[in-house]
């Protein structure tokens, strides 16, 4: 009986433990989104102060489609922004991809960003869109809050956040 009560006890425990990791992990998972989106704001805020126009980041492509972290040619680039290219690891999302556009109307995904919540998009063309693919709407809720605290409407549609749930695509504005 006593052995009984101590398995019973001890399942209870490693049950609990499970899911405070499982929420660690979200967490962690959550937390490399907020820390890549502040990375690659300050790369494109350099990127833009030296060439004046907007840059973008394919992951899994060659240096020609890599305006931060390959070698450019041009005059005014004093890159690299980063210290090594986008790949589809830093998305943690299982078999997620993930992007840098240099427009926020990427392949005509969206009409731009209401970044105050006020119902009238606010930027539509110009700036840098991180588009990231393969992430569940709360992962996309959370990293809506850690970006766009406090900012009224709808988290999915308002502020510099937009999740599609059909396509479990998320849109982070970086820069603009």
Aim: aromatic fraction near 10%; charged fraction near 15%; charge should be negative.
């Amino acid at each position: 009986m006593e052995i009984v009560v101590a398995v019973s006890i001890l399942s209870i425990l490693a049950a609990t433990l499970a899911l405070r990791a499982g929420g660690m992990l979200e967490k962690g998972r959550t937390g490399k989104i907020v820390q890549l989106v502040s990375t690659l704001k300050t790369a494109c805020a350099a990127y833009n102060a030296d060439t004046g126009t907007y840059a973008y980041e394919y992951s899994g492509y060659a240096g020609t489609h890599r305006k931060l972290s390959a070698n450019q040619t041009a005059a005014s680039w004093d890159g690299p922004y980063l210290e090594g290219p986008l790949t589809h690891q830093q998305n943690p999302f299982a078999s997620g991809s993930l992007h840098l556009y240099n427009t926020v109307t990427a392949n005509g995904w969206l009409t731009g960003f209401d970044v105050d919540g006020d119902g009238t998009e606010d930027v539509t063309s110009d700036g840098n869109m991180l588009w990231l693919s393969n992430v569940p709407a709360d992962a996309a809720q959370r990293i809506d809050q850690a970006i766009d605290a406090g900012i009224g409407g709808t988290w999915s549609t308002t502020g510099r956040v937009r999740y599609s749930s059909s396509s479990k695509h998320l849109y982070v504005l970086v820069y603009y």
